[in-house]
């Protein structure tokens, strides 16, 4: 589900992701919050009993549609051959890489979801389930290191490195979100710089890179 098809017909069987699309099609165009799953279903033209075969409720829509988005980012990642070679810098970076080139394919929804409807902080509890599989997935970029103190550490390393990376995701996030450079190049410096930075303070090398971070940052803010 990585664009939101063109829905609004009537039809005798809908799938999940038709109903999905739907959603994302009629938020992004009319910018309105559906209150109840009636409304949307007769927006939609989608038949109630055909919605409830799939859903339990109008709140699950957007939580699912965020889960999709980041089971389509893996689904590309496993069938790239080469991904399993890559260093976990390299993973971090391809993984947000294809994360938000889907989310440029869905911008007008993702724009209305996390930031026109004035919902503020509130907006994140859509993303709980997309953290969760994150986290997750995150925490197997820490590769298994030789050498018996670095397998000590390794357990620790895991977990803060998939928190830190989450926070880091919500800080790209919200700069992408506010982001008018041409094709988002911008976010794509900042992608780079920041899994850079990441690398860096995990490995406990030179802080060239956070210098470097911090460079960009503020040339951003003037």
Same mark, same amino acid.
């Given at each position: 589900m990585e664009t939101a098809k063109k829905t609004g017909r009537k039809k005798q069987t809908w799938t999940a992701d038709e109903i999905l699309a739907a959603y994302m099609e009629r938020v992004a165009a009319e910018a309105i919050p559906f209150k109840t799953t009636v409304q949307f279903c007769q927006a939609a033209q989608i038949? !109630?009993?055909?919605?409830? !075969?799939?859903?339990g409720s109008l709140e699950d829509l957007p939580h699912t549609i965020w889960t999709r988005f980041f089971e389509n980012a893996q689904s590309i990642l496993s069938n790239d051959a080469s991904f399993a070679t890559y260093s976990g810098r390299d993973k971090l970076l391809t993984l947000y890489f294809t994360l938000f080139e889907i989310f440029a394919l869905n911008r007008g929804y993702i724009l209305y979801a996390l930031k026109e409807n004035k919902e503020g902080l509130a907006n994140l509890a859509q993303l709980r389930g997309f953290r969760k599989e994150f986290v997750e997935y995150v925490k197997t970029f820490v590769s298994e290191t030789s050498g018996e103190a670095q397998q000590k550490w390794q357990k620790y390393r895991q977990?803060?490195?998939?928190?830190?990376?989450w926070v880091q995701f919500l800080f790209i996030l919200k700069f992408w979100l506010d982001d008018r450079s041409k094709g988002f190049e911008k976010t794509d410096i900042l992608i780079e710089k920041s899994v850079n930075t990441a690398a860096t303070l995990l490995d406990t090398q030179p802080l060239e890179n956070l210098f470097d971070l911090g460079k960009f940052l503020w040339k951003e803010r003037r």
């Amino acid at each position: 589900m990585e664009t939101a098809k063109k829905t609004g017909r009537k039809k005798q069987t809908w799938t999940a992701d038709e109903i999905l699309a739907a959603y994302m099609e009629r938020v992004a165009a009319e910018a309105i919050p559906f209150k109840t799953t009636v409304q949307f279903c007769q927006a939609a033209q989608i038949p !109630e009993q055909a919605f409830f !075969e799939h859903f339990g409720s109008l709140e699950d829509l957007p939580h699912t549609i965020w889960t999709r988005f980041f089971e389509n980012a893996q689904s590309i990642l496993s069938n790239d051959a080469s991904f399993a070679t890559y260093s976990g810098r390299d993973k971090l970076l391809t993984l947000y890489f294809t994360l938000f080139e889907i989310f440029a394919l869905n911008r007008g929804y993702i724009l209305y979801a996390l930031k026109e409807n004035k919902e503020g902080l509130a907006n994140l509890a859509q993303l709980r389930g997309f953290r969760k599989e994150f986290v997750e997935y995150v925490k197997t970029f820490v590769s298994e290191t030789s050498g018996e103190a670095q397998q000590k550490w390794q357990k620790y390393r895991q977990p803060v490195y998939a928190e830190g990376a989450w926070v880091q995701f919500l800080f790209i996030l919200k700069f992408w979100l506010d982001d008018r450079s041409k094709g988002f190049e911008k976010t794509d410096i900042l992608i780079e710089k920041s899994v850079n930075t990441a690398a860096t303070l995990l490995d406990t090398q030179p802080l060239e890179n956070l210098f470097d971070l911090g460079k960009f940052l503020w040339k951003e803010r003037r």
